[in-house]
């Protein structure tokens, strides 16, 4: 798997991530989502797997080769990006969570995340997730591990790089 590095964009040496972290179409968080994925890629790649989103939230996914995927959440009325996720199919848990520590440590040599990290290991419904974030009043940044049992074999193990705002986060910690 290639490095985090080539995954996240980072625009400048001495920036702070919080600032400046991307996802592979070149996305930040409060860009606008049509300006940032174009006219046609908006109609064409919005998906509604959870009626709570429809409402606020509009989702829009990219599968860009068999292990590899881009998701995005905007808001609805601003159009302004709150969420983006790269998530890769990996063979299992353990090469998981070897290449997401070492991604971590490979960013924080050359940038710096936002400064609370904290971890969680467990189960979430029949998901068992791994995560590490990163986060401030404003953002939260994750590595995250995540086993979904139920899934098809080739992406039942998966690995994300998400970046949301605090915000969004809130909204899906407390949506039913």
């Known amino acids: 798997m290639k490095k985090i590095i080539f995954f996240l964009y980072l625009l400048s040496f ?11 179409l070149g996305a930040n968080l409060g860009d606008n989502i049509i300006q940032a994925i174009g006219k046609e890629n908006y109609s064409k790649h919005e998906v509604n797997y959870d009626p709570k989103f429809k ?6 996914e990219y599968l860009t080769s068999d292990n590899y995927a881009v ?3 905007s808001e609805r009325k601003s159009k302004k990006i709150v969420y983006f996720a790269n998530i890769f199919a990996t063979k299992n848990t353990k090469e998981c969570v070897k290449q997401r520590n070492q991604d971590i440590i490979d960013v924080q040599k050359k940038y710096i995340l936002p400064p609370r990290r904290g971890q969680e290991v467990g189960n979430f419904g029949t998901t068992t997730k791994d995560l590490i974030a990163f ?5 939260i940044v994750n590595f995250s591990c995540i086993t979904i049992p139920n899934a098809d074999p080739n992406i039942k193990d998966q690995y994300r ?3 949301l705002t605090r915000k969004f986060n809130t909204f899906l910690a407390t949506a039913k």
Not at 55 to 60: E, R, S
């Open 14 to 24: 001495d920036s702070i991530a919080k600032e400046k972290l991307t996802g592979m």
């Open 55 to 60: 409402k606020d939230y509009q989702q829009f």
């Open 71 to 73: 998701q995005i959440f």
């Open 135 to 139: 986060g401030d009043e404003e953002m």
């Open 161 to 163: 790089i998400e970046v």
